[in-house]
């Protein structure tokens, strides 16, 4: 039996640039999803992450001129590059309104 849905926002399906700073290190990736609260995202950072390891991170969202920049909470780790992240920071108006431009965009392309 799976864990129960946590969630508190709509996760949906994109690919976007993501930079994450790791102390003076920097490492490229991509989401796999996104929400409000979290993505889960594919990134190979050495040395491995840890749960419950901070990152600062750059999304680059094509709705805003600057990436996304938020602290996030490495929450589980995956076999292939893959990791779930929690914000622990908000976003600003125009951040909430740019992403919600994108989720726009993404539910009217779904089939």
């Known amino acids: 039996m799976g864990r129960p849905e946590q969630r508190k926002t709509e996760r ?4 976007l640039a993501v930079r994450c700073i790791r102390g003076d ?3 490229d990736g991509e989401t796999i999803n996104l929400s409000l609260g ?3 995202m594919r990134i190979v950072v050495d040395p491995p992450p840890t749960v419950g390891e901070t990152w600062q991170l750059e999304i680059v969202l094509p709705t805003l001129a600057e990436p996304l920049r938020v602290t996030a909470e490495v ?3 995956g076999l292939s590059g893959e990791c779930g992240v929690q914000f622990s920071t908000g976003f600003r108006a125009r951040e909430t309104w740019a ?3 994108w989720f726009d965009g993404l539910r009217k392309a779904a089939p």
């Open 12 to 15: 949906l399906d994109t690919r």
């Open 25 to 27: 290190a920097t490492f």
């Open 38 to 40: 979290g993505t889960l």
């Open 75 to 77: 929450r589980w780790i």
């Open 99 to 101: 992403l919600g431009q």
